[in-house]
């Protein structure tokens, strides 16, 4: 789909569909939809008299234009109650808005930025989520389908009336572009099935990232993790068949400038090892490796966005599997970085491989560290699926993740971190176990997390229920959400 951003007045814009937009509770339509409503003899009032439409957050509704204006249909969109709308809400409805231009039929659509009139709302960043909206609501997954969808939206024309709004409408335009496009890239990274999404393939995945973005990337094999002593990582990565592989992306700057670690859970298949998991939802364990790709990108994103600080992508890829060489619970391995661990669960695996990778990230300079992962069913049960969990020990960072996430739309909420909580992880045998039980296990598994961090500044974002979604709703499709991934990126560009 092409984007473009033109001057003009929407009701003379030729194209398949027109989008306006409507708040609820609006009984006469003013500004552009005003516009097109009086054009059409009225027919948007009429559906809002008769009471079939009310401006209701996402719902749509469509009218054929009889050759009153050049556009052949026009979709009026729903923004909600006018005090309740958000930059997220220009998302979902730019989402909403063109699923159902494309359901129509619609090659070509125009559209008016939503909220770009409206007080606190600047055109920038209000096109930037309509660009966003637009291509999340659109992203489909169906490579594996022999008989596929062909409805497409070609052509994606937003018009601005007042001309000098069009250069920071093109510039939020283009952010939006690269924001939305680099998550549907994770999206497609997660979405994969884990026979074809193993740790090789990730890596390789990375590698076209690095190469097409001009970053720089290491990845380091069995031979010479074990060299370094990365034994907990090699412990998770023992009962596969598949190599693992420890990807290291590096965006450069100034050599003098800060360095962001953002670390990424890879595991790209977790049958829980030896303590293995219930086969009930078994299958969407391929998915937990999407904090790994909301890494990769967010380093898609930042190469092109260019921060002022350098940023390392440090994704632990690796499958947990039982086998002969498996992990066993009770077992006590070392860390790279020195402490012991004794391990109760075999399916408490992501933060054995995040330890190495935490260990790491320091020995690599990084100044300030961001990890996120699928870390705890826990965080499933305490905040659902619309919310992430986040913890941390420097609270600059945890508030810089909150505030991000309120404009990308990924909410994340702080949880507590106080220390009496490392009892629950205390070993009689080594320094620390690598579980704490059922209860406040969200908070546990960030404490363990801790114990690997000096005094680097860090935050762990726990996506888990995130991940994957199973309704469409606003832009978010059925499958991987790809969550995280700008929030990780803008929050790094605010640093
Ligand atoms: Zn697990
Ligand atoms: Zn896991």
Known sequence: MEIKVTPGDIVQVESDALIVNLFEGVEHPGGATGAVDKALGGAISMLIKEGEFKGELNRTAAIHSLGKIPAKKVIVAGLGKSEEFTTDRIRQVSATSLREARALGAKSVSTIVHGAGIAGFAPRG??????????????????????????????????????????????????????????????????????????????????????????????????????????????????????????????????????????????????????????????????DMAGGAAVIGAMQILAQLKPQVNVLGIIPATENMPSGHALKPGDVIKSLGGKSIEIISTDAEGRLILADALTYAQRLGADKIIDIATLTGGCTIALGNLTAALLGSDQKLVDLLIDTSQETGERMWQLPLFEEYFDQIKSDIADVKNSGGREASTITGGMFLKQFVDKTPWVHIDIAGKELTDKQKGYLVKGAAGYGTRTLAAAVLKI
């Not at 930037?128 to 659109?138: K, V």
């Not at 074990?226 to 450069?252: D, N, Q, W």
């Not at 977790?270 to 939802?281: F, R, T």
Request: hydrophobic residues 40%; negative net charge; glycine residues 6%.
């Open 126 to 287: 209000a096109s930037q989520a309509l660009t966003e909206g637009a291509i999340l609501g659109l992203y489909k997954f169906d490579k594996y389908l022999e008989k596929k969808e062909k409805k497409e939206i070609e052509e994606f024309l937003v018009v601005e009336f007042d001309e000098k709004k069009i250069p920071e409408v093109e510039r939020g335009v283009e952010r939006g572009k690269i924001f939305a496009q680099a998550q549907n890239m994770v999206r497609d990274l997660v979405n994969e099935p884990s026979n074809q999404m193993t740790p090789r393939v990730l890596t390789e995945r990375a590698k076209e990232v690095t190469e097409r973005f001009s970053l720089r990337i290491e990845v380091l094999a069995e031979e010479e993790l074990r060299r370094m002593g990365a034994e907990t990582f090699l412990a998770v990565a023992k009962g596969s068949e598949e190599p693992c592989h420890l990807i290291v992306m590096r965006y450069e700057t100034d050599p003098q400038a800060a360095t962001v670690a953002l670390i990424g859970k890879g595991i790209t298949f977790d049958s829980g090892g030896v303590s293995i998991k219930p086969s009930k939802g078994m299958e969407k364990m391929k998915a």
